[in-house]
């Protein structure tokens, strides 16, 4: 099924589209401060981790793109379940924008959540293309008195162009300044780490008042690292996975891939506290400071004691109530594996790189389906499917739209086919996806 099928409009119809809420994102090559050094990006808007995008449920975002890149982009409004011809898959989804060229994506988007947007044009994303599409919802349930949009992004010195072609010709050995030989999180040795586009010594800083209920909307934007977040000195209560509400459960920390997305409350204690991301399996880390009190902040290398504490797996989150998917038989059962190694830098889906004209699994609409993601391979993979979101495990697993498989482990996704069109799935690491290690569901026609 094409994008511009029938099905796809009739799909968004159903959607019951409301008013439109317009944005102009300009795409543009600039110099961005990272507080203390400034350096060339590409960037939203010539900022890094902004403009948030912000609107409320059921509005159509009606989006200009202005592409002033010297290469062709898209962009992709990751985990929102839209139509399918909005959803920036370059040769899939659209043609791509040209340099100096624009696009308006027009689409409604269905369900409150902390979503962000990025192009999906080669290694575009490790450059700092990126920003947040914060959902309101108009019944908002929780009750806060500040949020806090907290942006993780690993930076490089270097194009990724560079990284990529050191990676295929080293296979990924430790070179000089590059690599740093085969972590099972992630390869490239950045040399910094960023919350919200600010350096450890310089650090973004939230302001509130002891007592105050703060509402974390955590998002990795990373290129290649996996974070463990952790905010000094407060438990966290985890309230939504990928934008998507569960029963809440306590934390000290999280462990958040690529792509994946997490709120969380807090209450703020009286004081200074490090929010911490450190880089997994890597050297170095980001920070943000929760301020309420006096007090001086803590050294930019601090490593809080709650990094040691409970972390949550995905068993142990399950959907809320309304959130779950429904219990129904007659799942149909597709199988996929993650292959490849670091050898070659060759990555795929059953020993296949991504071809944009090869479906490979196909859906029928209306059915349930069963995604088993077997890792054969021995690195971790933060998988993303797009226009749909999926349970772990079973039907009362959270639900997600980004999912970290460890080496040698399989994950079941189960998920309504409810959306129709061409859909990546794929690995969240921009240079395993560049590998190849992307693949498409498409509906029957
Ligand atoms: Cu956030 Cu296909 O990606
Ligand atoms: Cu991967």
Redesign the pocket.
Known sequence: MSPSSSQVAAAESARRPGPEHLVVLEASPTEVDLGGLTVPAWAYGGRLAGPALRLRAGEQLVATVRNRLPAETTV?W?GVTLRNDADG?PHVTQEPIPAGGEFVYRFTVPAPGTY?F?P?SGLQLDRGLSGPLIVDDPQEPLAYDHEWIVVLDDWLDRTPEAIYAELIRTGGRTGPGGMMGRGVMGTVAYPHHLINGRLPADPDVLHARPGDRIRLRLINAGGDTAYRVVLGGHRMTVTHTDGLPIRPVPADTLLIGM?ERYDVLVTAADGVFPLVALADGKNGGGLALLRTGGGMPPPAGVRPGELGGLLPAYEQMKADDKTALTDRDGARTLRTRLTGGMMRFEWGFDGRVFDHDRVDLVLSAGERIRLEIANTTMMWHPV?L?GHSFAVGDPSGPRKD?VGVFPGRTVVLLFDADNPGRW?L?C?NAYH?EAGMMTLLGYRA
């Open positions: 992709h990751h898959v962000w990025h999906h792509g993303h797009h980004t990546m794929h969240h996806a």
